[in-house]
Protein backbone atom coordinates (compact mmCIF):
# COMPACT_ATOMS: atom_id res chain seq x y z
CA UNK A 1 0.00 0.00 0.00
CA UNK A 2 1.18 3.21 -1.21
CA UNK A 3 1.80 5.69 1.83
CA UNK A 4 2.21 9.43 2.15
CA UNK A 5 4.75 10.03 5.09
CA UNK A 6 5.70 13.57 5.49
CA UNK A 7 3.56 14.69 2.18
CA UNK A 8 2.17 18.20 2.94
CA UNK A 9 -0.79 19.98 1.13
CA UNK A 10 0.12 23.68 0.67
CA UNK A 11 -2.33 26.30 -0.29
CA UNK A 12 -1.14 28.65 -2.54
CA UNK A 13 -2.71 31.61 -3.60
CA UNK A 14 -1.40 33.05 -6.53
CA UNK A 15 -1.34 37.20 -6.98
CA UNK A 16 -1.22 37.78 -10.55
CA UNK A 17 -1.65 35.77 -13.98
CA UNK A 18 2.28 35.44 -13.97
CA UNK A 19 2.28 33.66 -10.84
CA UNK A 20 -0.10 31.46 -12.26
CA UNK A 21 1.72 30.43 -15.05
CA UNK A 22 4.66 29.72 -12.64
CA UNK A 23 2.37 27.50 -11.11
CA UNK A 24 1.75 26.04 -14.43
CA UNK A 25 5.48 25.71 -15.60
CA UNK A 26 5.84 23.62 -11.91
CA UNK A 27 3.08 21.31 -12.14
CA UNK A 28 4.58 20.38 -15.21
CA UNK A 29 7.86 19.78 -13.78
CA UNK A 30 7.43 15.40 -13.63
CA UNK A 31 10.53 14.65 -11.46
CA UNK A 32 8.61 17.09 -8.83
CA UNK A 33 5.30 14.91 -8.49
CA UNK A 34 3.11 17.10 -7.71
CA UNK A 35 -0.59 15.97 -7.63
CA UNK A 36 -2.83 19.22 -7.54
CA UNK A 37 -6.26 18.97 -5.95
CA UNK A 38 -7.39 22.29 -6.91
CA UNK A 39 -5.54 23.85 -10.24
CA UNK A 40 -4.30 27.73 -10.14
CA UNK A 41 -7.11 29.44 -11.74
CA UNK A 42 -8.13 32.83 -11.04
CA UNK A 43 -5.64 35.91 -9.47
CA UNK A 44 -6.08 35.66 -5.75
CA UNK A 45 -8.14 32.14 -6.05
CA UNK A 46 -6.04 29.44 -3.74
CA UNK A 47 -4.72 26.37 -5.09
CA UNK A 48 -4.28 23.26 -3.43
CA UNK A 49 -1.45 20.75 -4.09
CA UNK A 50 -0.14 17.59 -2.26
CA UNK A 51 3.62 18.00 -2.80
CA UNK A 52 5.75 14.87 -2.16
CA UNK A 53 8.55 14.72 1.01
CA UNK A 54 11.33 14.68 -1.05
CA UNK A 55 10.05 17.86 -3.15
CA UNK A 56 9.08 19.77 -0.30
CA UNK A 57 11.65 21.73 -0.18
CA UNK A 58 12.25 23.04 -3.73
CA UNK A 59 8.70 24.07 -3.89
CA UNK A 60 8.43 25.91 -1.12
CA UNK A 61 12.18 27.78 -2.19
CA UNK A 62 10.55 28.16 -5.45
CA UNK A 63 7.52 29.82 -4.40
CA UNK A 64 9.20 32.14 -2.01
CA UNK A 65 11.68 33.22 -5.12
CA UNK A 66 8.82 34.07 -7.28
CA UNK A 67 7.02 35.87 -3.88
CA UNK A 68 4.09 33.63 -4.48
CA UNK A 69 2.13 33.36 -1.01
CA UNK A 70 1.58 29.85 0.27
CA UNK A 71 0.49 28.05 3.67
CA UNK A 72 0.53 24.40 4.63
CA UNK A 73 -3.19 22.95 4.60
CA UNK A 74 -2.04 19.67 5.70
CA UNK A 75 1.16 18.68 7.54
CA UNK A 76 0.79 15.57 7.08
CA UNK A 77 -1.16 13.52 4.84
CA UNK A 78 -0.15 9.70 6.43
CA UNK A 79 -1.47 11.21 9.49
CA UNK A 80 -4.98 11.78 8.05
CA UNK A 81 -5.19 8.57 6.36
CA UNK A 82 -3.87 6.64 9.25
CA UNK A 83 -7.00 8.70 11.02
CA UNK A 84 -9.58 7.85 8.15
CA UNK A 85 -8.38 4.03 8.68
CA UNK A 86 -8.58 4.20 12.00
CA UNK A 87 -12.46 5.54 12.12
CA UNK A 88 -13.12 3.05 9.51
CA UNK A 89 -11.61 0.52 11.79
CA UNK A 90 -13.85 1.05 14.55
CA UNK A 91 -16.83 1.41 12.46
CA UNK A 92 -16.50 -2.24 11.50
CA UNK A 93 -16.19 -3.38 14.94
CA UNK A 94 -18.64 -1.21 15.85
CA UNK A 95 -20.86 -2.96 13.49
CA UNK A 96 -20.22 -6.32 14.22
CA UNK B 1 -30.96 -4.99 7.17
CA UNK B 2 -30.60 -1.27 7.89
CA UNK B 3 -27.63 -1.09 10.24
CA UNK B 4 -26.17 0.49 7.40
CA UNK B 5 -23.79 3.42 8.84
CA UNK B 6 -24.27 6.44 7.22
CA UNK B 7 -21.22 8.22 9.30
CA UNK B 8 -18.66 6.06 8.05
CA UNK B 9 -16.70 5.19 4.41
CA UNK B 10 -17.56 1.77 2.75
CA UNK B 11 -15.77 -0.31 0.75
CA UNK B 12 -17.01 -1.63 -3.01
CA UNK B 13 -18.13 -4.40 -1.61
CA UNK B 14 -20.13 -3.28 1.66
CA UNK B 15 -21.71 -0.26 -1.24
CA UNK B 16 -22.62 -3.48 -3.52
CA UNK B 17 -24.57 -5.23 -0.95
CA UNK B 18 -26.39 -2.35 0.16
CA UNK B 19 -27.40 -1.39 -3.30
CA UNK B 20 -28.58 -4.95 -2.88
CA UNK B 21 -30.11 -4.67 0.34
CA UNK B 22 -32.34 -1.65 -1.14
CA UNK B 23 -33.74 -3.24 -3.82
CA UNK B 24 -34.85 -6.02 -1.31
CA UNK B 25 -36.40 -4.35 0.62
CA UNK B 26 -38.15 -1.89 -1.65
CA UNK B 27 -39.07 -3.79 -4.43
CA UNK B 28 -41.81 -2.03 -6.10
CA UNK B 29 -39.42 1.42 -6.28
CA UNK B 30 -35.95 0.05 -6.25
CA UNK B 31 -34.20 -1.97 -8.64
CA UNK B 32 -30.50 -2.91 -9.72
CA UNK B 33 -29.39 -2.60 -12.86
CA UNK B 34 -26.44 -3.68 -14.70
CA UNK B 35 -24.87 -1.20 -17.33
CA UNK B 36 -21.60 -2.82 -18.20
CA UNK B 37 -18.30 -4.24 -16.74
CA UNK B 38 -15.61 -2.03 -15.77
CA UNK B 39 -12.20 -2.79 -17.23
CA UNK B 40 -11.02 -4.94 -14.48
CA UNK B 41 -14.63 -6.91 -15.09
CA UNK B 42 -16.02 -5.57 -11.89
CA UNK B 43 -19.50 -5.05 -12.58
CA UNK B 44 -21.24 -1.59 -13.15
CA UNK B 45 -24.53 -1.09 -11.39
CA UNK B 46 -27.05 1.46 -11.54
CA UNK B 47 -30.17 1.64 -8.95
CA UNK B 48 -33.15 2.53 -10.71
CA UNK B 49 -36.07 4.32 -8.80
CA UNK B 50 -39.62 3.81 -10.58
CA UNK B 51 -43.13 3.70 -9.63
CA UNK B 52 -43.83 2.23 -13.26
CA UNK B 53 -44.14 2.42 -17.22
CA UNK B 54 -41.48 2.28 -19.67
CA UNK B 55 -39.11 4.75 -20.72
CA UNK B 56 -40.65 7.24 -18.30
CA UNK B 57 -38.75 10.89 -18.55
CA UNK B 58 -35.53 9.98 -16.29
CA UNK B 59 -32.91 11.88 -14.41
CA UNK B 60 -29.29 10.67 -14.32
CA UNK B 61 -27.10 11.28 -11.18
CA UNK B 62 -23.74 9.46 -10.97
CA UNK B 63 -21.43 9.71 -7.92
CA UNK B 64 -17.73 8.71 -7.47
CA UNK B 65 -15.89 9.31 -11.27
CA UNK B 66 -13.03 10.50 -9.57
CA UNK B 67 -12.49 7.17 -7.05
CA UNK B 68 -10.64 9.43 -4.60
CA UNK B 69 -13.61 11.81 -3.89
CA UNK B 70 -14.58 9.14 -1.02
CA UNK B 71 -17.53 11.77 0.13
CA UNK B 72 -19.44 11.64 -2.94
CA UNK B 73 -19.98 7.69 -2.74
CA UNK B 74 -21.06 8.45 0.46
CA UNK B 75 -23.31 10.43 -0.60
CA UNK B 76 -24.47 8.62 -3.34
CA UNK B 77 -26.22 5.84 -1.16
CA UNK B 78 -27.32 8.36 1.47
CA UNK B 79 -29.45 9.75 -1.35
CA UNK B 80 -30.58 6.67 -2.27
CA UNK B 81 -31.53 6.10 1.22
CA UNK B 82 -33.07 9.47 1.33
CA UNK B 83 -35.42 8.79 -1.76
CA UNK B 84 -36.80 5.66 -0.71
CA UNK B 85 -37.66 7.23 2.96
CA UNK B 86 -39.44 10.10 1.31
CA UNK B 87 -41.37 8.48 -1.15
CA UNK B 88 -45.24 9.20 -0.27
CA UNK B 89 -43.80 11.22 2.28
CA UNK B 90 -41.88 14.40 0.81
CA UNK B 91 -44.78 16.10 -1.71
CA UNK B 92 -42.11 17.01 -3.97
CA UNK B 93 -40.00 14.04 -4.51
CA UNK B 94 -43.24 11.87 -4.65
CA UNK B 95 -44.44 13.69 -7.38
CA UNK B 96 -41.26 13.50 -9.42
CA UNK B 97 -41.24 9.57 -8.92
CA UNK B 98 -44.52 9.57 -9.90
CA UNK B 99 -43.69 11.09 -13.25
CA UNK B 100 -40.12 10.41 -14.14
CA UNK B 101 -37.65 7.50 -12.88
CA UNK B 102 -33.84 8.77 -11.26
CA UNK B 103 -31.02 6.72 -12.29
CA UNK B 104 -28.25 6.36 -9.76
CA UNK B 105 -24.71 5.42 -10.46
CA UNK B 106 -23.03 5.13 -6.92
CA UNK B 107 -19.57 3.64 -7.95
CA UNK B 108 -19.06 5.12 -11.91
CA UNK B 109 -15.01 3.94 -11.32
CA UNK B 110 -15.52 0.67 -9.67
CA UNK B 111 -11.64 -0.45 -10.25
CA UNK B 112 -9.89 3.00 -8.90
CA UNK B 113 -12.31 2.78 -5.61
CA UNK B 114 -11.18 -0.55 -4.94
CA UNK B 115 -7.86 0.83 -5.84
CA UNK B 116 -8.35 3.37 -3.69
CA UNK B 117 -8.88 0.61 -0.78
CA UNK B 118 -6.23 -1.46 -1.22
CA UNK B 119 -3.17 0.41 -2.95
CA UNK B 120 -3.86 4.14 -3.02
CA UNK B 121 -6.30 6.28 -1.11
CA UNK B 122 -5.41 9.14 -3.68
CA UNK B 123 -6.03 7.15 -6.80
CA UNK B 124 -7.80 9.81 -9.40
CA UNK B 125 -8.14 7.64 -13.04
CA UNK B 126 -9.50 4.05 -13.41
CA UNK B 127 -7.26 1.33 -13.71
CA UNK B 128 -6.98 0.84 -17.39
CA UNK B 129 -3.57 -0.66 -19.09
CA UNK B 130 -1.92 -0.34 -22.22
CA UNK B 131 0.79 -2.57 -24.27
CA UNK B 132 3.80 -0.67 -24.38
CA UNK B 133 2.15 2.40 -22.07
CA UNK B 134 3.70 2.83 -18.55
CA UNK B 135 1.40 4.92 -16.74
CA UNK B 136 -1.93 3.40 -15.36
CA UNK B 137 -5.08 4.99 -16.09
CA UNK B 138 -6.99 7.04 -18.03
CA UNK B 139 -9.08 10.18 -16.14
CA UNK B 140 -13.01 9.14 -17.07
CA UNK B 141 -14.01 12.85 -16.85
CA UNK B 142 -12.04 13.49 -19.66
CA UNK B 143 -13.00 10.75 -22.03
CA UNK B 144 -16.18 12.26 -23.09
CA UNK B 145 -16.91 13.07 -27.20
CA UNK B 146 -17.60 16.72 -26.51
CA UNK B 147 -14.28 18.55 -26.67
CA UNK B 148 -12.22 15.49 -26.86
CA UNK B 149 -8.42 16.48 -26.67
CA UNK B 150 -8.64 20.43 -25.96
CA UNK B 151 -8.04 22.53 -23.41
CA UNK B 152 -8.00 21.30 -19.48
CA UNK B 153 -7.10 17.39 -20.66
CA UNK B 154 -3.42 15.82 -21.23
CA UNK B 155 -2.15 13.53 -23.51
CA UNK B 156 0.27 12.07 -21.23
CA UNK B 157 -0.34 8.97 -20.05
CA UNK B 158 0.97 9.84 -16.80
CA UNK B 159 -1.04 12.91 -16.06
CA UNK B 160 -3.78 12.66 -13.93
CA UNK B 161 -5.77 14.44 -16.87
CA UNK B 162 -4.76 11.72 -19.07
CA UNK B 163 -7.70 11.64 -21.22
CA UNK B 164 -7.29 8.56 -23.09
CA UNK B 165 -6.20 7.60 -26.55
CA UNK B 166 -9.75 8.06 -28.07
CA UNK B 167 -13.11 9.46 -27.09
CA UNK B 168 -15.42 6.63 -24.73
CA UNK B 169 -12.11 4.46 -25.47
CA UNK B 170 -12.88 3.50 -21.60
CA UNK B 171 -15.31 0.73 -20.70
CA UNK B 172 -17.02 2.87 -17.68
CA UNK B 173 -17.88 5.41 -19.85
CA UNK B 174 -18.63 3.71 -22.92
CA UNK B 175 -20.86 2.10 -20.70
CA UNK B 176 -22.95 5.06 -19.86
CA UNK B 177 -23.09 6.49 -22.77
CA UNK B 178 -24.59 3.23 -24.49
CA UNK B 179 -27.12 3.56 -21.55
CA UNK B 180 -28.29 6.65 -21.83
CA UNK B 181 -28.15 6.89 -25.39
CA UNK B 182 -30.29 3.23 -25.63
CA UNK B 183 -32.49 5.12 -23.04
CA UNK B 184 -33.30 8.00 -24.81
CA UNK B 185 -35.31 10.20 -22.52
CA UNK B 186 -32.93 11.53 -19.89
CA UNK B 187 -34.01 14.59 -19.35
CA UNK B 188 -31.44 15.91 -16.55
CA UNK B 189 -28.13 14.26 -15.55
CA UNK B 190 -25.78 15.09 -12.31
CA UNK B 191 -22.37 14.23 -11.91
CA UNK B 192 -21.30 14.37 -8.50
CA UNK B 193 -17.35 15.33 -7.35
CA UNK B 194 -15.56 17.22 -4.70
CA UNK B 195 -14.15 19.14 -3.29
CA UNK B 196 -14.62 23.06 -4.02
CA UNK B 197 -18.17 24.17 -3.06
CA UNK B 198 -19.39 24.33 -6.73
CA UNK B 199 -22.47 24.05 -8.33
CA UNK B 200 -21.57 24.46 -12.44
CA UNK B 201 -23.12 23.58 -16.07
CA UNK B 202 -21.57 23.28 -19.26
CA UNK B 203 -19.17 23.95 -21.02
CA UNK B 204 -16.45 22.78 -19.78
CA UNK B 205 -13.85 22.80 -23.18
CA UNK B 206 -15.10 26.63 -23.66
CA UNK B 207 -15.98 29.76 -22.97
CA UNK B 208 -18.71 30.04 -24.87
CA UNK B 209 -21.92 30.67 -23.50
CA UNK B 210 -24.59 27.42 -23.62
CA UNK B 211 -27.85 28.35 -25.82
CA UNK B 212 -29.42 27.40 -22.22
CA UNK B 213 -26.96 29.65 -20.09
CA UNK B 214 -29.60 31.64 -18.42
CA UNK B 215 -32.02 28.78 -17.61
CA UNK B 216 -29.32 26.92 -16.36
CA UNK B 217 -27.77 29.71 -14.51
CA UNK B 218 -30.61 30.65 -12.33
CA UNK B 219 -31.66 27.15 -11.25
CA UNK B 220 -27.79 26.67 -10.16
CA UNK B 221 -28.56 29.52 -8.22
CA UNK B 222 -31.62 28.64 -6.52
CA UNK B 223 -29.77 24.97 -6.09
CA UNK B 224 -27.47 26.52 -4.38
CA UNK B 225 -29.71 28.85 -2.21
CA UNK B 226 -31.66 25.58 -0.98
CA UNK B 227 -28.19 23.94 -0.10
CA UNK B 228 -27.18 26.78 1.64
CA UNK B 229 -30.58 26.65 4.15
CA UNK B 230 -29.32 23.29 5.56
CA UNK B 231 -25.98 24.13 7.33
CA UNK B 232 -25.22 27.40 6.00
CA UNK B 233 -22.78 26.30 3.76
CA UNK B 234 -21.63 28.82 0.61
CA UNK B 235 -21.56 27.07 -3.03
CA UNK B 236 -20.30 28.86 -5.95
CA UNK B 237 -21.90 28.18 -9.45
CA UNK B 238 -21.75 29.07 -13.26
CA UNK B 239 -20.43 27.29 -16.44
CA UNK B 240 -17.38 25.03 -15.57
CA UNK B 241 -14.98 27.42 -17.60
CA UNK B 242 -15.50 30.38 -16.56
CA UNK B 243 -16.53 29.14 -12.56
CA UNK B 244 -13.44 26.40 -11.76
CA UNK B 245 -11.17 25.95 -15.13
CA UNK B 246 -11.27 24.61 -18.80
CA UNK B 247 -11.58 20.89 -19.00
CA UNK B 248 -12.60 19.09 -22.38
CA UNK B 249 -14.42 15.57 -22.79
CA UNK B 250 -15.70 15.60 -19.58
CA UNK B 251 -19.47 14.27 -18.57
CA UNK B 252 -21.84 17.09 -18.42
CA UNK B 253 -20.39 18.62 -22.00
CA UNK B 254 -21.30 15.71 -23.39
CA UNK B 255 -24.98 15.26 -21.85
CA UNK B 256 -26.18 18.86 -22.84
CA UNK B 257 -24.73 17.87 -26.70
CA UNK B 258 -26.67 14.99 -26.90
CA UNK B 259 -30.01 16.75 -25.38
CA UNK B 260 -29.74 16.34 -21.72
CA UNK B 261 -30.62 20.69 -20.94
CA UNK B 262 -30.46 20.07 -17.34
CA UNK B 263 -26.61 18.46 -16.96
CA UNK B 264 -24.50 19.76 -13.50
CA UNK B 265 -21.70 18.98 -12.12
CA UNK B 266 -21.03 19.15 -7.79
CA UNK B 267 -18.15 19.80 -6.19
CA UNK B 268 -19.07 19.04 -3.23
CA UNK B 269 -18.32 20.69 0.69
CA UNK B 270 -14.38 21.35 1.55
CA UNK B 271 -14.08 22.44 4.86
CA UNK B 272 -10.75 23.66 3.78
CA UNK B 273 -8.44 21.50 5.65
CA UNK B 274 -8.72 18.44 4.44
CA UNK B 275 -9.12 18.12 0.64
CA UNK B 276 -10.32 14.89 -0.41
CA UNK B 277 -9.79 13.27 3.27
CA UNK B 278 -13.03 14.63 4.39
CA UNK B 279 -13.30 13.38 8.02
CA UNK B 280 -16.58 10.84 8.41
CA UNK B 281 -18.19 12.83 10.60
CA UNK B 282 -18.86 15.44 7.77
CA UNK B 283 -20.48 13.02 5.25
CA UNK B 284 -24.17 13.22 6.87
CA UNK B 285 -24.45 16.74 6.80
CA UNK B 286 -22.99 17.38 3.16
CA UNK B 287 -25.41 14.69 1.75
CA UNK B 288 -28.17 16.25 3.77
CA UNK B 289 -27.77 19.90 1.79
CA UNK B 290 -26.74 18.07 -1.22
CA UNK B 291 -29.99 16.36 -0.86
CA UNK B 292 -32.17 20.09 -1.10
CA UNK B 293 -30.21 21.21 -4.06
CA UNK B 294 -30.43 17.90 -6.09
CA UNK B 295 -34.42 18.34 -5.08
CA UNK B 296 -34.47 21.63 -6.67
CA UNK B 297 -33.24 20.28 -9.84
CA UNK B 298 -35.20 17.38 -10.06
CA UNK B 299 -38.35 19.54 -9.57
CA UNK B 300 -37.32 22.21 -12.27
CA UNK B 301 -36.98 19.18 -14.37
CA UNK B 302 -40.17 18.02 -13.40
CA UNK B 303 -41.69 21.05 -13.86
CA UNK B 304 -40.24 21.88 -17.38
CA UNK B 305 -40.43 19.59 -19.51
CA UNK B 306 -39.24 19.90 -22.90
Given at each position: QETFVGDQVLEITPRNEEQIKHLVELEAE???QLDFW???????ETAHVRVPFVSIQAVKVFLESQGIAYSTM????QVLLDKENEEMLLNRRRQR | NGNFNFEAYHTLEEISQEMDTLAAQYPGLVSKVNIGQSFEKRPMNVLKFS??????RAIWIDT??????WITHATGIWTAKKIVNEYGKDHTLTNILNAMDIFM????NPDGFAFTH????LWRKNKSTRPGVFCIGVDLNRN?????????????????TYHG?????EPEVAAIVDFITAHGNIKALISIHSYSQMLMYPYGHSLEPVPNQKELYNLAKDAVQALYQVHGIEYIYGSISTTLYMASGITVDWAYDNGIKYSFTFELRD???????????QIIPTAQETWLALRTIMEHTLNHPY
Open positions: EHLKLPTIPGIEDV | TGGSQRGIHSREEIVTSMNRWKSGFGGNGSNNNPCSEPSAQSTGRYGFLLPAS
